[in-house]
């Protein structure tokens, strides 16, 4: 029998009013295109709240804390690997409000969208079953 790995992804719901923080995946890189919170893998041993502060101030410049667990979601791996991948969605509150700045190795694009807007964007289907929920 294969034993399954598991991946853990954390993201952040970063809101200033009804509009929340999108970033656009790169050309050559894995969904390119697509839009996404930001946020990323966890590393080996790394709590999800960290991940999800730590992955937002690599890939927008900005420092937040987290407030709370939004949401949860697993799916089997998309290349059909004997993997697991696990993501939680984070909100947080922003220190203080400052600008974004892309990792453009990762990202070409942001957008403040409201979940309404951001349903009509090319989204992973894990954060467009988030925006349905």
């Known amino acids: 029998m294969t034993e399954i790995a598991h991946k853990h992804l954390a993201y952040c719901w970063i ?63 998309v290349a059909g690997r004997a993997l697991r991948i696990h993501a939680f969605v984070y909100t947080v509150e922003e220190d203080g409000t400052g600008d974004v700045v892309l990792s453009p190795e990762e990202h070409d694009d942001f957008a403040w969208l409201t979940p309404a807007e951001a349903r009509e964007r090319p989204l992973p289907d894990h954060f467009r079953r988030l925006l349905d929920r």
């Open 15 to 77: 809101a200033r009013g009804d509009r929340v923080l999108f970033l656009r995946r790169s050309p050559g890189v894995f969904l390119a295109g697509r839009w996404e919170l930001p946020g990323g893998t966890a590393e080996p041993g790394e709590p999800g709240e960290a991940t999800a502060v730590r992955e937002a101030a690599e890939e927008t410049g900005l420092a937040v804390r987290v407030t709370g667990e939004l949401a949860r979601d697993a799916w089997p791996d």
